[in-house]
């Protein structure tokens, strides 16, 4: 099982449609990232949330960290919102506490059609 | 530009040679991370730096593969005796060292694909 699974795998939506990818962890975490990825491999940092939400225009991602889940979500969606979304952890487990690793999900890709 | 820049962005090269990609930091980032991507998955770590120091490496990173970050400043991942297996996006992510912790916002490079024929 992998450390950090996404839900869904891959979302196709009509412009204008709420759009809410999930985000579930297994380690013990410090900080969470949304990332964007466009095709072509540039990597985009969203968000990076450790308790409550954050906002920043069309995107909300939220976090729980009792639950250990995660939430991105895409009001209004528009075709230029069409990417990966990438969920990552930071993990301490193996590192003394100090440096840390990120931790990658695999992506959901969303499709966003006109 | 003043983010994080990454050259070649894409190298094709035959099984056994050698290929060196370098990435250009944030200029005031101290830590700097390789990780490799292949088709329909995340990232995985690769190595971490903070400042010219390795701090860590991944079990991945064969003894073919070596990281270097000289001055503190750029960095260099070459790989030996390239094989089909090591073809990739490798990305280079850069951050700033948080008062309390070494984690903290990454910001990333477009990455260097590489095609092993």
């Known amino acids: 099982k992998n450390e950090v699974e996404q839900s869904p795998q891959n979302l196709t939506a009509q412009e204008g449609e709420f759009i809410t990818i999930n985000c579930s962890y297994s380690?013990?975490?410090?900080?969470l990232h949304w990332l964007q990825q466009h095709p072509g491999g540039g990597i985009v940092s969203l968000f990076m949330l450790s308790s409550g939400k954050k906002k920043h225009g069309r995107l909300i991602a939220t976090i729980n960290i009792q639950e250990k889940h995660s939430s991105l979500h895409i009001t209004a969606s528009h075709p230029r919102d069409s990417a990966v979304y990438i969920c990552a952890v930071w993990d301490f487990r193996n590192y003394g506490g100090s440096q840390g690793n990120l931790i990658f999900g695999k992506g959901t890709k969303l499709s966003v059609k006109p | 530009d003043t983010g994080v820049s990454q050259d070649p962005r894409h190298k094709i090269t035959k099984r056994g040679q050698n290929v060196t990609f370098r990435c250009d930091p944030i200029s005031e980032h101290n830590r700097l991370y390789w990780y490799r991507q292949t088709l329909g998955q995340g990232p995985e770590f690769l190595t971490y730096?903070?400042?010219?120091?390795?701090?860590?490496k991944s079990r991945l990173l064969s003894d073919r593969f070596s990281a270097e970050r000289p001055k503190g400043s750029f960095s260099t991942l070459e790989i030996q005796r390239t094989e089909q297996g090591d073809s990739a996006m490798y990305l280079c992510?850069?951050?700033?060292?948080?008062?309390?912790?070494?984690?903290?916002?990454?910001?990333f490079g477009e990455g260097s694909r590489l095609t092993v024929l």
């Open positions: 380690v013990g975490i410090s900080a």
């Open positions: 992510a850069s951050g700033e060292t948080q008062r309390d912790s070494n984690t903290g916002e990454l910001f």
């Open positions: 730096f903070q400042n010219e120091a390795q701090l860590e």
